[in-house]
């Protein structure tokens, strides 16, 4: 491993090497201190079910049968594993994720490296040491083979700033096809940065009549890795979607949620009284997948247009905070098998009740006790990473280009995610939280020692 030539007088291929060691030995101690303190159920979560059903299938009946409803890469992944090991254990894809999961701390690192050289270490111990990422690490879940790839994409999106050329384009369309294989939501940021790059290219006066082929090449690779998945669909399903998700997802999910922001109904609740309203229509009856997703969709921006903009609003807003203030350590198994009562069936008439309640009239005063104190260092970063976004935009055009395109990241998930709030649905933007906590840590530090002028003082 080499680091980039701007990067290299302060951080040498052996702290480079730190990060990804410090990164692997804290997730392999961690993984490997749960499957033989309590077992392979530690290594698991309740949607771990739908994809080892899914790499399950893929085995049985071929590349072929996965699941309509998901994307076919992690499935893909685990089914190698589980042929490799012979049975289906989750240690051994586990351990693979905690690999790679160092190695989007090593890429941490290079992202923050590009902006400043003294950025690269802190910001990949950063992500090295981050909760959310060591967690989800350890579980059977699509997030960490999907953050690996979209972090890429953000690398490859920078270098292409930096320097536009074919071969940045094509890691880049490299990594958004495999991003996206992994999960569809992937999709709209594609699109997205297909108009974003060349306008940053523009800002930067590096724009020229190859910009727009080489997003061609970008588009190409991307929508080429996920032919199979359309031919397949297209073939059995008579669709050229991508997945049969969004229906349920709308139905079961962003209503109720909205409707539990404007009147309190709990998600659950919500959910259980629209599917019973949506079976009893003629297209609650639909058997092809692709078709009753779509119906489901339409019902649901029915539903959604009852409540109107400002609920709407209100829910995202809930949803992004909840986002951001979610401590990640209640996302692991340990943690989440101690008994309690989940956050969305709390009491309370409100998301702000429910908030109270949940923190300070749990049912489980250990679980309340190790949230609060999360909840304490997490406020503590992410008041670093607000200093340290400010701080970024007082730099030069170089860094407040690529400044935008990780803010723009950060906005993306966020949105995309919409009302559904857990730490597990914040871990995409940890590489840009990591890289705004080490300019943050770096400008107290400087403040400390009395050599960095107040970060809020100066007008933009």
Known sequence: MTFAPSAAPALTNRLLWLVFATALSIRLAYVLGLYLGVGPEALTANDSIAYSSGAGLILDQGVGAWQVDLMPLY???????????????????????????????????????????????????????????????????????????????????????????????????????????????????????????????????????????????????????????????????????????????????????????????????????????????????????????????????????????????????????????????????PITALPRTGFYDTPGAGKGEKIVNFLFANDNPVYAWILLVSLVGLALARLAQLGGVVSLARRGREVRVALLLLLGWVAFILLINGPIASAKYRLPIEPAMAVFFAQGFRVFVERWRGRARPIFRRRF
């Open 75 to 333: 499935m893909l992944f685990l089914a190698a594993h589980y042929a490799i090991q012979g049975t289906v254990d989750p240690l051994f894809p586990v351990l693979t994720q905690c690999a790679l999961d160092a190695l989007t701390a090593v890429m941490v690192g290079l992202i923050a490296g590009r902006l400043d050289h003294k950025l690269a270490l802190p910001a990949g111990l950063f992500a090295a040491l981050c909760p959310s990422l060591i967690i989800t690490a350890g579980i059977i879940y699509t997030d960490s083979l999907f953050l690996f790839f979209a972090t890429a994409a953000l690398f490859g999106a920078q270098r292409w700033l930096q320097r536009p050329g074919w071969d940045w384009a094509a890691v880049l369309g490299l990594a958004l096809g495999l991003a996206l294989l992994t999960r569809v939501m992937m999709a709209p940021w594609a699109l997205g940065l297909l108009v974003a790059l060349p306008l940053g290219a523009l800002m930067l006066r590096r724009f020229d009549s190859r910009a727009p082929l080489q997003m061609g090449l970008v588009a190409l690779l991307c929508a080429g890795l996920q032919t199979p998945v359309l031919v397949r669909n297209a073939v059995d399903f008579d669709s050229f979607g991508l997945t049969a998700q969004s229906g349920s997802h709308a139905l079961y999910w962003i209503a109720p949620l909205v409707r539990e922001a404007v009147d309190g109904t709990p998600q659950e609740e919500g959910a259980a009284e629209l599917q019973e309203r949506f079976d009893a229509t003629a297209a609650g009856a639909e058997t092809n997948p692709f078709r009753r997703s779509n119906a489901m969709s339409a019902y649901a921006l029915d539903e959604l247009g009852r409540f109107g903009l400002g609920a709407i609003a209100k829910s995202w807003t809930i949803g992004a905070a909840i986002n951001l203030g979610a401590p990640a350590v209640i996302l692991s198994p």
